[in-house]
């Protein structure tokens, strides 16, 4: 989705915001919390449920900002929602099978739009909404937000500084989460193992890496993969059920930078049994860098106090931890 508009900075923006959780056609207790939110921005909420809370700007959740006095209106729709002229952005936040009418609906309101990744279900899908985007000339943002990222936006300028040299390589291994065989719940992790929902480990943490990933080295080109579903059945521990599972647990990734450099990532369902989820090598003719972290989500990942980016540039170094 392209960006084919600006925002008025005279004009303050109010962000109806759908949380995950306060899913169409679900109406579920949630509890929101805002600590960093200007409660004036904050206008609205779109969910099935009339039983949500909110805390905005630090304190007890409560139903009511007191510091601004105001109280954001919920609607019963995204139709309502979208309807309101003090809507202005649209942040969507649902499950992935959401995705399509959620965005459509707001983008032909008019309505400029933030969605979470992946934009659709399938490149079908996403292209749809990206065209939809630019015939009503909205805003259109997909989330990638390990792009942005300290420890991605400090290992770019290490490599754009030469601080390894040429790149000759970098290779990915991680844990996806998820996809191991044991869920905790029914309600909010099954549609996971599905692969028709889109939700998969190839469309979650491995899109989010490989986006990182190109924010650092660049594009990748010539790219081969194989996806294997190694786990027919999943746990599930609320209720003892085991359940069918068609979404991948292996995904392998291959290709070749633009430079030059060959590119491996590996992919892998469930959580490390030693707490180690992410190994990310980047080797240079001059120097290494080597990102770890809990678990394969590079966009939560990074900030876990256990994450490090750690590099050396001499034979037998110690590792420098620039975290």
Known sequence: MR?????DSHRPLHFPLFPVG???????????????????QLQSLASDSEDAEWDIGGGASNKRNPAAGLRPRPFASVADLVASSDIDVV????????HLDVVKTAITAGKHVYCEWPLGNGLAEALELARLAKEKDVLGVVGMQACLSPEILYMKQLIADGFVGEVLS??????????????????SHAYLLDNTNGATMLTIPVGHALAGLQAVL????????????????????DSGEKLPVTAPDQVL?????????????????????????????????????????PFGHLQFALKSPSAAVIAARTWLSDWVNFR
């Not at 960006?3 to 925002?7: C, V």
């Not at 942040?91 to 959401?98: D, F, N």
Request: proline share 5%; net charge positive; with cysteine.
């Open 3 to 7: 960006a084919s508009g600006i925002f």
């Open 22 to 40: 306060l899913c169409p056609r679900r109406g579920i207790r949630a509890v929101l919390r805002f600590q960093s939110l200007d409660a004036s």
């Open 91 to 98: 942040s969507v936040t649902v499950r992935v099978p959401y």
């Open 170 to 187: 970098t290779t990915l291994i991680a844990r996806g989460g998820g996809w191991g065989g044991e869920i905790p719940e029914k309600k």
């Open 218 to 237: 660049g594009d990748v080109e010539n790219v081969s993969a194989v996806l294997a579903t190694r786990r027919s059945t999943a746990h599930v521990v």
């Open 253 to 293: 990734v291959s290709g070749v930078l633009t430079g030059g450099a060959p590119v491996s990532l590996h992919y892998r369902g469930g959580m490390p049994r030693d707490r180690a989820g992410l190994l990310w090598e980047i080797n240079g003719t001059e120097g290494d860098l080597r990102i770890t972290g």
